[in-house]
């Protein structure tokens, strides 16, 4: 039961996530989504997720993906999640688990570069190709030692490689709202009667400086 830890840490009376109870009927030759969220929680982190085997395998990037080649972004692998959470931008209530504000930061498409997914992940040196409203190209994931360990949680490197849609432009400063909606994180956690001083923290500094209260 690939959901039970995603089940177990939230309760759905209370937060607005999905259960993923539909199973998220997919065409068979449907595209693999991939779909990035921007989450403010008890701190800002990207939560970067990948469709595989009817799941969202999860990561969470402190500082979010680079367009640099030469930098490498920590990607702490988190539980799965269902595929309906893809669809998610809103405000998960304070309290419960990871109590902040979601937004649809990037969403799209993937495609494996490697023949063999799970051979790939076992050996901790995963590539892939994405085709997302702001990421594109290739990627890789690469598995690291140390971290993790008894808590189940590996920790890996997202890093982009070198090919046309390589560059030095921040993208997480220069693309910063939600490719969804286009809006802040203030603006999700405004309509979403959440925290917005806390949301616009996530938010680049000068537009959270002449946000509106
Ligand atoms: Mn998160």
Request: aromatic share 10%; proline share 5%.
């Amino acid at each position: 039961m690939p959901l039970k830890t995603y089940r177990k840490k939230r309760d759905f009376k209370v937060t607005p996530e999905p259960e993923g109870h539909t199973g998220a009927a997919r065409k068979k030759n449907a595209r693999l989504i991939y779909v990035i969220q921007k989450h403010r929680a008890s701190h800002l982190h990207y939560d970067f997720r990948l469709e595989w085997k009817g799941v969202l395998l999860s990561w969470a990037v402190p500082k979010g993906p680079s367009l640099d080649p030469s930098v490498k972004r920590l990607a702490m692998q988190v539980e799965d999640h269902p595929i309906e959470y893809a669809k998610f931008e809103g405000v998960i209530p304070e309290g419960e688990y990871g109590g902040g504000t979601v937004m649809l930061w990037d969403f799209g498409t993937w495609e494996p570069e490697q023949d063999d997914v799970e051979e790939a992940f076992r050996r901790g040196d995963f590539k892939f190709t994405l085709h997302g409203r702001k990421l594109k190209g290739s990627w890789v994931l690469v598995r690291t030692r140390g971290f993790g360990g008894s808590s189940g949680r590996s920790s890996w490197l997202l890093i982009k490689h070198r090919d046309q849609f390589a560059s030095r432009e921040d993208i997480t400063e220069t693309n910063a709202y939600s490719a969804s909606t286009g809006r802040s994180l203030a603006q999700v956690a405004r309509d979403g009667g959440g925290d917005v001083e806390k949301a616009a923290t996530g938010d680049p500094a000068g537009r959270s400086r002449n946000r509106r209260k």
